[in-house]
């Protein structure tokens, strides 16, 4: 529970400025996010230092040079791989036409929020009570059928894990911007009804970088197109060295067709750290940086703090409020800070709330995208917050904690994925078809145990 308390408490010192509710008294009042201009860390660390920068980039070049070389060699022709990444993109187009009707649905919240602000002015009293009420339900309403259409589109429309994952993304993303605004706008009208924000502050705040709302945010003289262009070649090129190195990480497409022992399972695990971890770094470059700076540069966003220096954590929690400081941020904002205000002032129950949270929609999207649930990340997490709650670890023994928990989970998820389509035998035995999507396959499908109840342990100096 102290990892709990520490994950979201700490935002107040680092990801949050002080700043007291003004109609409130209390002392124990939370502070709340305040926007100022600032550079990502990496930006600043490049402009002091290139070194890193340019080392990681000849290691690309040289990783992108042994792919293309190794395929001349093998097939004589060169094979970039783009018909193999066209085909994990199965469904691009239609996830396009997906994305645009979520958009419309999105930009239909803006009416029905100036439509209840004008029934509140000329209602009053009980009447105007019920209004809050029902536009709260219908909000609720919208949110759900908002996020189980999408869940159905994606399954019916057959799309491969990448396209699902690309969808169900903008789907939170969505769900979360809308309940960022209206949150944030509600309680300003309330308060001051000439705070009306204006649909071109709501259509910016659907592409800014950030999900907390606000009616201005600070922002750049100019845009820097150089810089845009620069970030986006780094999102390409990075995420198609993502597709490199997850070729290079042990093939699990065998699991189930030949036996495997649990030795060599183990042994693959293990082989999967390296590429899963510079799999990791190249994402959260790509995503966290690139991306966000990207379009806070055509946005002319000024404040860029999207994460910390997370590199340097020594904890599971340190990481947690590091890594990723926009949802982090809309956790704090919107489910413990809410919860702590207006539910239960209990720092402890507002951190298991947001923590639970924050879990069920991971599982919820890989459950998904992958067409099963194997509750591994959240069951990691929990493993990691109890381990690290109360201990200083170091940042090195922390760091290869991390690259064991980020391989390991690669490895069980694609055991499981090739499982399922490899061991169909075992799924039908599962019986009832609503669990099959429950059940882990992996766990009775081609794995032979390679342990002998006869074990010894020897010192090595006997």
């Known amino acids: 529970m102290a990892t709990l308390d520490c994950n979201l408490n700490a935002v107040v010192a680092e990801n949050v400025t002080e700043k007291k509710s003004p109609n409130r008294d209390d002392s124990r009042n939370l502070p709340e996010k305040t926007f100022v201009a600032r550079n990502s860390p990496l930006t600043d660390i490049f402009k002091e230092n290139k070194l890193i920068y340019n080392v990681f980039a000849a290691a690309l070049i040289l990783v992108f040079a042994d792919e293309v070389l190794t395929t001349f060699v093998e097939s004589g022709r060169i094979d970039l791989q783009f018909r193999e990444i066209v085909s994990g993109l199965r469904g691009l187009s239609v996830n396009l036409l997906v994305w645009s009707c979520m958009q419309m649905c999105t930009l239909c919240v803006y009416p029905c929020f100036i439509g209840w602000i004008s029934g509140r ?181 000024a404040d860029r703090l999207f994460y910390r220096d997370w590199w340097n954590a020594t904890s599971f929690a340190g990481f947690v409020r590091s890594h990723n400081v926009v949802v982090h941020n809309f956790l704090y904002t919107y489910v413990y800070k809410d919860f702590y205000d207006h539910v239960l002032r209990s720092r402890r129950a507002a951190s298991i709330v947001a923590f639970a949270v924050s879990g069920l929609v991971h599982e919820l999207l890989l459950a998904v995208a992958f067409r099963f649930f194997y509750p591994i990340m959240l069951g990691q997490f929990l493993a990691m917050g109890l381990l690290t709650a109360k201990a200083n670890l170091g940042n090195a023994f922390f760091l290869a904690s991390l690259a064991f928990a980020n391989g390991a989970e690669v490895s069980l998820y694609s055991m499981e994925y090739y499982a399922r389509r490899n061991c169909l035998g075992v799924v039908d035995s599962v019986g009832e078809w609503s669990l099959k999507g429950l059940v882990p396959i992996s766990w009775n499908c081609g794995v032979v145990s390679s342990f002998d109840g006869n074990w010894t342990v020897r010192a090595p100096w006997s």
């Not at 705040?205 to 810089?227: G, Q, V």
């Open 121 to 301: 002015r000329r209602l009053g009293g009980g009447a105007m009570k019920w209004l809050d009420i029902s536009c709260i339900c219908g909000l609720v309403i919208y949110q759900v059928t908002f996020v189980a259409v999408t869940i159905k589109a994606v399954l019916l429309l057959d799309l491969s894990p990448v396209s699902s994952m690309c969808a169900l993304m903008e789907m939170t993303r969505f769900v979360m911007k809308i309940h960022a605004f209206v949150r944030s706008s509600s309680s300003e009208v309330v308060e001051d009804t000439s705070k009306i924000p204006t649909f071109r502050q709501f259509v910016y705040f659907l592409f800014a970088p950030t999900l907390i709302y606000r009616n201005e945010y600070p922002k750049t003289a100019t845009i820097r197109w150089r810089i845009v262009l620069k970030h986006a070649l780094e999102v390409t090129v990075l995420l198609y060295m993502c597709y490199i190195f997850s070729g290079t990480s042990p093939l699990f497409n065998q699991f189930g067709v030949v036996p495997i022992s649990t030795g060599t399972v183990l042994h693959y695990e293990f082989l999967s750290i390296l590429p899963t971890s510079v799999f990791f770094l190249c994402g959260h470059y790509a995503l966290m940086h690139s991306w966000l700076n990207a379009w806070a540069e055509m946005l002319r966003f």
